[in-house]
């Protein structure tokens, strides 16, 4: 299997192994498939046998031909393994016959970025052996909290690899802050800067783009390599959960093989519902997507009218991760509806003027998958009051955003098939604003807040964020942005 640009039909076509290790094409393009491997009949009824890591080993297995069976199955045991995944890798929970929430937040950071940051690193520590690179990643990362957190989990104590974390001061949530603070592993680094997220973005850019660092790294045996979400290590590990998912409700007895289900994903930069649309043209029975969006709903005007325009306000809303006015994945999508040569004028008419409208044709192959809707904030937090009145079930934010747009879905078309709604993450990891839409009330503290949420709903805090406030913090340096080359070679050492 050979991945290629979506900008560019002509370029050279790379291995899984260099896309990894590459992260973004030359041309700017993101990488895909340069078609698209077939699950049969045979192959889903072989997959349900299996356990999460044996699935994802096998799934990926067709895309990352230049990895071995052996290496994949290794690799997906380590990544998924019980101890890191308290209570599974994406268990389903029933809230009723058309309605299955798929919980993707019980890894080691309690957000569904675990289920793809557990698995990269290792394929990218494979990756370098493969390509014959023998220097060390230096991972870079600016952080705005969730990301940060998630890949220091994922590339901590990895073979080849080093890391570094920078994280505004005061742009993070007291959590947030604390739990990259305390965070474990030889391999690395945290620390915060002056400043805001926007701040620390600008001083990890300016590192990547300085040739003059490159040299001096190359001379102490590095290269800098990015945790971006964009990059097919991280995409290709989420195609696995729809087909498990598709998997246990076979499973159950609640499918047959062959029948429809629906799918909603509450969606911010689209890399994690591209992977179901994946697992869609994979031959997995998927009939919709439901793309959820919050207040920031600049994906469901796009599914709606086909123009993309981000000249718009931004809101700040309490499901921060969906905060996001330019989805990156989605160019992804707009390359296998309309190809490299569309979407690469698309791409341009983004970055000129900040929008695009795709042509009929390709409109219409986007709505035979796609369908838009979102939550405000109100909605939202009804929807987390409703859910535990309902079913006693207790949701995130991001969660709640899927849930209301899966509800509106049905109630909108009647359409009953057995609707599988991703959750992104654990309701206490945005303890504070669930406990305000359940109570009407401000919890005493951030801190607070999980122990108040736990007491009122008498749901066990998730195993990451307990006692979080105890544990031993390792990293307290706060510099100006300005420093970041020096601390970065300071800690490289030598
Ligand atoms: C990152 C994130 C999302 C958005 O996922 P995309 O793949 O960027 O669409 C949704 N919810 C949570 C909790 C997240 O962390």
Redesign the pocket.
Known sequence: MKFQSTRDQSAAKLSAAQVIKQGLAADGGLFVPETIPQLTRADVEALCAMDYPARAATILGKFLTDYTAEELLADCKAAYAPKSFVGGAAPLHKLNDSLHVMEL?HGPTA???DMALQIMPRLLSRALVKTGEDRTALILVATSG??GK?ALEGYKDIERIKMMVFYPVDGVSTVQKLQMQTQTGANVNVTAIKGNFDDAQTGVKKIFSDSEIAKDLDKKGYFLSSAN?INWGRLAP?IVYYVSAYCDLLNSGEIKYGDLINVT???????????AYLAKRMGLPIDRLVCASNKNNILTDFLETGTYDRNRDFYLTM?P??D?LI?S?LERLLYFAAGAEKTAAYMRSLNETGAYTVDAATKSVIDAHFAGYYADEQATAKTIRDTMDEYGYLI?T??AVAVSAAKDYQTKTGDKKPMVVAS??SPY?FAADVYTALTDRTPTSPLGALDELSMRTGVEITYPLRGIAERQVRFTDVIESRDMPATMFAYLGK
């Open positions: 937040w957000a569904f970025k969730d990301t998630a979400s989420q994903v509450p969606t911010g930069n689209f890399g994690n519902i591209f992977a499901s991760s969906m996001i989805s994945n995130d991001h969660t992104t993450a990891k």
